[in-house]
């Protein structure tokens, strides 16, 4: 059996990387700026995962240094074996316990985080969103333009105001995501996917494909800009003002203006 003093070394090791680890976890800035309701709830969520992995690691980690240190072989006991153990019924009904509530909890914790990220405000704002190969497009709907739907190559979002995006894809499996937001959906030809954020930091952030999608995947980006009602109005308007010059020529065409 391992001296009193072993096993206290062991747990005193144990503490002390434990703490230093979660001090570590403090210390990196684990994602970019939170621009979204949701960022906030999910990078928590992120850090009290990475907080309860710690001890668990450490533990892990520590059983087996102690077993290497402890019940290595010393010379002389090459033809020895190690005693006949069968099951240790207690031993067991701990280590089944114990990772069961840790789970079921973080699961809990990951399932009410998830749901009201994913809850449908009562106010919201729909953005129609088209993947194809390589670039992304975006569309405002009547109810948002008070005239003609627009469409544009570029993203504006109010701040403060749920937005649902539905996506579509005209070609390949693509995702649309906004590390910013924290969100990101896959957008798959012959369905609409959604996912909705609520952006409350104003600023440019970058939209990424996050699904190899062919040769230009890596040049598949775009820009959300969050900005106030006010300026997302006044934004609105211009591009109205423009698809309205535009259109004698081609109201497809509206797109490029953007
Ligand atoms: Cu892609």
């Known amino acids: 059996m391992p001296s009193r003093r072993a096993i206290g070394v062991a747990v005193a090791a144990a503490v002390i990387a434990t703490a230093i680890g ?3 976890s403090f210390a990196i800035h684990w994602f970019p700026a939170q621009a979204s309701k949701q960022a906030h709830e999910t990078d928590t969520l992120y850090h009290v995962l990475v907080i ?3 001890p668990i690691f450490v533990i892990v980690t520590t059983v087996i240094l102690f077993s290497v240190w402890q019940f290595r072989m010393r010379p002389g006991e090459e033809l020895k074996d190690g005693p006949p153990i069968h099951g ?50 975006y569309q405002y709907p009547s109810a948002l333009t008070g005239g003609p739907p627009i469409n544009s190559y570029q993203l504006y979002v109010p701040d403060g105001v749920s937005v649902q995006f539905n996506l579509h894809s005209k070609d390949v499996i693509h995702a649309f995501w906004v590390p910013a937001f924290r969100i990101q959906e896959d957008v798959v030809p012959g369905i609409t996917t959604h996912w909705r954020a609520t952006p409350d930091r104003l600023g440019s952030y970058p939209v990424v ?19 106030t009602p006010a300026r997302f109005q006044a934004w609105i308007a211009s591009q109205r003002a423009t698809a309205g010059a535009g259109a004698g020529t081609s109201s497809a065409a509206g797109g490029a203006s953007g």
């Open 22 to 24: 979660i001090a570590i």
């Open 52 to 54: 309860a992995s710690i």
């Open 88 to 137: 240790n019924t207690r031993l067991e009904v701990f280590w089944t316990a114990i990772p069961t509530v840790l789970l079921l909890s973080l699961v809990g914790y990951s399932f009410v985080v998830l749901h009201n990220n994913e809850k449908k405000p009562a106010r919201e704002i729909q953005i129609e969103v088209t993947g194809q190969q390589f670039i992304w497009s």
């Open 209 to 227: 494909c996050n699904l190899l999608c062919g040769l230009g995947h890596s040049l598949m980006r775009s820009t959300v800009h969050v900005v």
